[in-house]
């Protein structure tokens, strides 16, 4: 399934990419990188619109998964700052 | 699913950076590391994930069970002697699949939009007595059962309705898109991994992926439309699509 390859391939050359960035601009906070690793997760399930309808709703599920994470980092930030 | 080269894969990514991610934090203490380690955990599930989504029956099995289909199609239109191009009709209103009819006479009449086909192999599709014609099931015919295509769509969802099909579903090409052009649509298929043979069935009903390109664009203008032509081009085939619109008047 070439399609899921590339999904793969694409999503682990972007957090390689991100941690790269990341690490040259010396982020110390583990939120900071997860943050970023959703976020293109999010745009990549986006842009490949074209999985398979059960493909997509897997998909939808790690996202939803990882969007969770990312609203506790919110909420514990939020907290914080209150 | 455990055979799944996906779920091992997942499984082997996640194991990894769940054992990886504390060493890398607290005992190397390297954030980027332990990130990283993070992401590879993201990245397992999101492989373990599409390992469920992998269809049942391989993409190699289907290929061979297609082959099979048409094999026996073109013994049946090869026996019968029919040469002129299949039509290839919308689903119809009141329910039941999309289909193609192969007319027996090339220059006889054209169906009309809406027109219902009867349930059978061999039927009368027009008011003059020659207008007899051969009412098959298309490659596109049973691909299209697991979309839902609207009526009246344009050129975008003709386009993510074949990628949708070619790509997400059967793994056939790399990418498609689609183009109007007057009274035909043409559509171009990067990388397709079935090409056109000048064999009898792809001569009436055209390769299989312009069988389902012709499915998807007559369920899509909801039309009778016809394979016009199939071509190779520089990246991959482009096949031109012509929409009967006589059958309007």
Not at chain 2, 5 to 16: A, R
Request: net charge neutral.
């Amino acid at each position: 399934m070439r399609v899921y390859n590339s999904f793969i391939a694409v999503l682990a050359l972007s957090f390689a990419a991100i941690t790269v960035v990341m690490a040259a601009y010396k982020a110390d906070k583990l939120d900071t990188y997860y943050s970023a690793y959703t976020i293109a997760l999010l745009v990549l399930v986006s842009l490949y619109m074209y999985f398979s309808p059960k493909a997509r709703r897997a998909l939808g599920a790690v996202s939803l998964l990882a969007f969770a994470g990312f609203g506790m980092i919110v909420v514990f930030k939020v907290a914080e700052i209150l | 699913m455990t055979k799944s080269p996906y779920f091992c894969l997942g499984l082997v990514l996640s194991l990894s950076g769940a054992i990886l991610a504390p060493i890398f934090y607290y005992v190397l203490d390297s954030v980027p590391l332990a990130a990283l380690a993070i992401s590879s955990i993201m990245l397992g599930v999101v492989s373990a994930m599409l390992a469920n989504a992998r269809p049942e029956v391989s993409p190699e099995a289907s290929r061979m069970m297609l082959q099979t289909g048409v094999e026996h199609l073109a013994s049946l239109l090869e026996e019968l002697g029919l040469n002129s191009k299949a039509i290839y009709m919308p689903s119809p209103a009141n329910g039941g699949r999309a289909r193609a009819l192969v007319p027996l006479n090339e220059n006889g009449s054209l169906p009309q939009k809406g027109q219902h086909l009867p349930n059978r192999l061999i039927a009368r599709y027009g008011p003059k007595p020659e207008d007899i014609c051969l009412i098959v099931t298309t490659p596109g015919t049973v691909s299209l059962a697991s979309l839902s295509i609207s009526p009246g769509g344009g050129s975008d969802q003709i386009e993510g309705a074949l990628n949708q099909i070619l790509i997400g579903m059967m793994d056939l090409a790399d990418s498609v898109t689609v183009h109007v052009l007057g009274n035909g649509i043409i559509v171009e298929v990067a990388k397709p991994k079935l090409r056109y043979d000048n064999v009898w069935f792809h001569r009436c009903l055209g390769s299989p992926i312009a069988s389902i390109a012709a499915t998807v664009v007559s369920e899509a203008l909801n039309l009778p439309v016809r394979i016009a032509s199939e071509e190779e081009a520089t990246k991959g085939v482009r096949i031109v699509i012509e929409v009967l619109d006589e059958s309007l008047q």
